[in-house]
């Protein structure tokens, strides 16, 4: 019963640096998104995609690129990395639709340094 | 502009006493409406949530919602708050002819005092 599955949990980088967030999702949902959480900021969407092949850019996608090869992964690459990247990094799922139930990972805390 | 807010950023209360969360949205139809609550450290899980019908909502951990057009708000409750409470607590809307793309709030970070 894994559900969305997201690692590593927390990880330092150096500024100019890149890293890959990964996230699973073993449900078969067709939408997968992920999200940056800054303080008394909610979440702020950076990608989505409605299936394999299929991506787009949410309302910050500056500064990462993703990519859907399948329907259960859909990894966040930050290339370059800026200290305004510090944040807490979540993936989500959900089946299709407006009726929207997203299922979330546990995060992802990262720290440009 | 689409919008939703959380008045509160903060609420303390004392264990066994009641909780009111409020969300008020500003969109051109009423959106589908939910409530995410985030433990410390933990990812976010759903609550409840509210598509058409009866306006008072029943969702997981004796939590309640009622959406209230008139207002456009979608007001979280619960009789009586356990130390397990303590939490962020989101609004989010989508709009119905969107693709499903969530709208958060700012949350609202709740403790619970013995």
């Known amino acids: 019963n894994a559900g969305v599955t997201q690692t590593p949990k927390f990880h330092i980088l150096k500024i100019g640096q890149s890293m890959t967030l990964q996230c699973t999702q073993d449900m078969n949902h067709n939408y997968m998104y992920w999200y940056r959480q800054d303080p008394g900021m909610g979440l702020k969407l950076i990608y989505y995609?409605?299936?394999?092949?299929?991506?787009d850019k949410g309302e910050v996608p500056n500064g990462y690129n993703v990519s859907r090869s399948t329907t259960e992964d859909f990894p966040l690459r930050l290339e370059l990395a800026a200290p305004s990247q510090t944040s807490v990094y979540f993936c989500?799922?959900?089946?299709?639709?407006?009726?929207?139930?997203?299922?979330f990972g546990a995060g992802t805390r990262l720290s440009v340094l | 502009a689409q919008s939703v807010t959380q008045p509160d950023i903060h609420i303390t209360v004392s264990e066994g006493a009641s909780l009111e969360l409020r969300c008020n949205y500003s969109?051109?139809?009423?959106?589908?409406l939910f409530w995410y609550v985030q433990s410390p450290g933990q990812g976010l899980q759903l609550l409840l949530k509210y598509f058409s019908g009866d306006t008072l909502v029943q969702g997981i951990k004796g939590f309640e919602a009622e959406f209230k057009r008139s207002q456009s708000s979608f007001n979280l409750r619960k009789p009586s708050v356990h130390w397990s409470d303590a939490a962020e607590y989101f609004c989010a809307v989508v709009s119905t002819d969107s693709w499903g793309k969530l709208q958060f709030g700012a949350g609202t970070q709740v403790v619970v005092t013995p």
């Open positions: 969109y051109g139809a009423t959106p589908y």
């Open positions: 995609s409605v299936g394999a092949g299929i991506t």
């Open positions: 989500a799922s959900s089946y299709t639709g407006a009726k929207n139930i997203q299922y």
